[in-house]
């Protein structure tokens, strides 16, 4: 009897978050809900996506983005959160590294900020409530493009 192991992995596909070299990409994530975070950091690192770090407020994301640095492939970062908003802190970050991949979370209704937020130099930007092919197509299109 033949085993798996007998048969091309002729559907096999490489993990979305991992870099061609085979590296997974390190991601900082950013947010005052620990449902959000732990939503994105499951669904990331189902597809070999490194977590690096996770941040409650843009304070934290800033000191913990310089802590990291130059580690981060990516950020996901909330547009309204306590101490400090995310583009508060995607503006500091970029004043700190402006190759920083940065892409924002909002809320719906929020239109207004997202744009603000892509101005100011995000890459990208995803619509909570989130949707798993939406989150990888948005950070895959970041990070490839």
Same mark, same amino acid.
């Given at each position: !009897?033949?085993?798996?192991?007998? @048969? *091309?992995? =002729?559907?096999?596909?490489?993990?979305?978050?991992?870099? /061609?070299?085979?590296?997974?990409?390190?991601?900082?994530?950013?947010?005052?809900?620990?449902?959000?975070?732990?939503?994105?950091?499951?669904?990331?690192?189902?597809?070999?996506?490194?977590?690096?770090?996770?941040?409650?407020?843009?304070?934290?994301?800033? !000191?913990?983005?310089?802590?990291? @640095? *130059?580690? =981060?492939?990516?950020?996901?970062?909330?547009?309204?959160? /306590?101490?400090?908003?995310?583009?508060?802190?995607?503006?500091?970050?970029?004043?700190?590294?402006?190759?920083?991949?940065?892409?924002?979370?909002?809320?719906?209704?929020?239109?207004?900020?997202?744009?603000?937020?892509?101005?100011?130099?995000?890459?990208?930007?995803?619509?909570?409530?989130?949707?798993?092919?939406?989150?990888?197509?948005?950070?895959?299109?970041?990070?490839?493009?």
């Amino acid at each position: !009897m033949k085993a798996s192991a007998d @048969y *091309p992995t =002729v559907n096999a596909k490489n993990p979305e978050g991992v870099d /061609p070299f085979g590296r997974p990409y390190r991601v900082l994530l950013v947010d005052d809900s620990m449902f959000v975070r732990k939503q994105l950091s499951q669904i990331l690192s189902s597809e070999g996506f490194e977590i690096l770090d996770q941040a409650e407020d843009g304070n934290q994301g800033f !000191m913990t983005y310089k802590q990291h @640095y *130059p580690d =981060v492939d990516l950020v996901t970062m909330d547009i309204t959160m /306590p101490n400090m908003d995310g583009i508060t802190c995607l503006e500091k970050i970029l004043a700190f590294d402006k190759e920083a991949k940065v892409v924002m979370i909002s809320a719906l209704g929020k239109e207004d900020l997202v744009r603000k937020a892509l101005v100011t130099g995000a890459k990208n930007f995803i619509v909570k409530p989130l949707d798993r092919k939406k989150v990888l197509e948005r950070i895959r299109g970041v990070l490839k493009g």
